[in-house]
């Protein structure tokens, strides 16, 4: 099976290839989606992408007197997040495809209501009576706790120099979360040094050769900036991945994908900002394994590339 990553827009999601336009099919009931393409491929669509049969089989040849809005016809049964489908027993995608496929052709522009509510009640039958054959695929595992601040500041720390003053706080009005319930939101009221205000996680362990990814969503009280990275936990503070970001007052995502130059069983992941005195927000912070993986509506991330020299000192830290 071909799969079409890609996010969806407005309540249903759109097969890259089929820019579909035109009537579609509306069931009373929430379960999944199935759409002819203009290009007669049958697609499944779930929230988090599609899955279209191979263009090698094709749908040909569809009924001169059907629109070409019935040629693109949706079966819809939308309205239930579902994640997308990562793996699916052929055997049942090509039997709900011919029995679809059919339906589909005897289909005329004046069907009735009730004639609907059997299809869709049908595909849905089908699509539901095979369920050991589909499996949904589970987010990446965020190892940080408490990423999205919901047990509010439990798990993190923060840590602010002498010389500078901040104060962190996950509630009240202040606390305005892109995700969840609470938000990390940094008041900061002297700057000093970057290194001087941070907010971190630690201990955790990372292995050498595995790819992470480290992405947080973020905004501030005015454009400023503010550096990302992921370090050992103790002297020489050698860091594996760092990024300044910018910030502005709206919210938005970045994230770094790194691969690890070490075995590490003290690892942090944090953010420093203590050059400016300029307010901060924070809020659904996830570290992983593999590549950048998006798990927000709307969401525009801002790939940031880790630094070229991948291991830093304390002292490089201190002149930054």
Same mark, same amino acid.
């Given at each position: 099976l071909m799969i079409l990553r890609g996010r969806p827009r407005g309540k249903v999601g759109r097969c890259r290839e089929s820019y579909l336009k035109g009537r579609f099919i509306?069931?009373?009931f929430s379960i999944s989606e199935f759409f002819l393409t203009r290009h007669s491929k049958l697609c499944y669509n779930s929230y988090a992408g599609n899955i279209c049969l191979p263009s090698q089989?094709?749908?040909?040849? $569809?009924?001169?007197?059907? =629109?070409? @809005?019935?040629?693109?016809?949706? &079966?819809?049964?939308?309205? *239930?997040?579902?994640?997308?489908?990562?793996?699916?027993?052929?055997e049942t995608v090509n039997m709900i495809q011919n029995m679809a496929v059919n339906m589909i052709r005897r289909v005329k522009v004046n069907m009735t209501n009730g004639i609907l509510t059997y299809i869709c009640l049908f595909v849905?039958?089908?699509?539901?009576?095979?369920?050991?054959h589909i499996s949904a695929e589970k987010p990446p595992e965020n190892i940080l706790k408490n990423g999205d601040f919901y047990l509010n500041l439990d798990g993190w720390h923060h840590w602010t120099h002498a010389d500078a003053a901040a104060l962190f706080q996950t509630?009240?009005?202040?606390?305005?979360?892109?995700?969840?319930?609470?938000? $990390?939101?940094?008041?900061? =009221?002297? @700057?000093?040094?970057?290194?001087? &205000?941070?907010?971190?996680? *630690?201990?955790?362990?990372?292995?050498k050769g595995t790819t992470y990814t480290y992405n947080l969503w973020a905004k501030s009280e005015k454009p400023r900036s503010v550096v990302m990275r992921i370090l050992h936990q103790g002297a020489p503070w050698n860091e594996y991945a760092r990024k300044a970001i910018s910030?502005?007052?709206?919210?938005?995502?970045?994230?770094?994908?790194f691969k690890m130059t070490a075995d590490d069983v003290n690892t942090r992941a944090?953010?420093?900002?203590?050059?400016?005195?300029?307010d901060v927000w924070i809020d659904h912070v996830r570290l992983y394994e593999g590549e950048y993986v998006s798990d927000i509506e709307g969401a525009e991330p801002q790939a940031v590339e880790p630094s070229d020299k991948l291991t830093t000192t304390w002292a490089a830290l201190k002149s930054f």
């Open positions: 509306t069931c009373p089989q094709t749908l040909h040849p $569809v009924k001169k007197e059907m =629109s070409n @809005a019935l040629q693109q016809a949706r &079966i819809l049964t939308g309205g *239930q997040h579902i994640l997308k489908l990562a793996r699916v027993n052929i849905s039958m089908l699509l539901f009576g095979f369920g050991t509630e009240g009005k202040k606390a305005e979360p892109i995700a969840g319930k609470n938000a $990390v939101y940094v008041k900061i =009221s002297k @700057a000093g040094e970057l290194w001087h &205000i941070q907010f971190y996680q *630690q201990p955790f362990i990372l292995e910030l502005t007052e709206e919210w938005k995502e970045f994230f770094i994908t944090g953010i420093i900002m203590g050059a400016e005195k300029v």
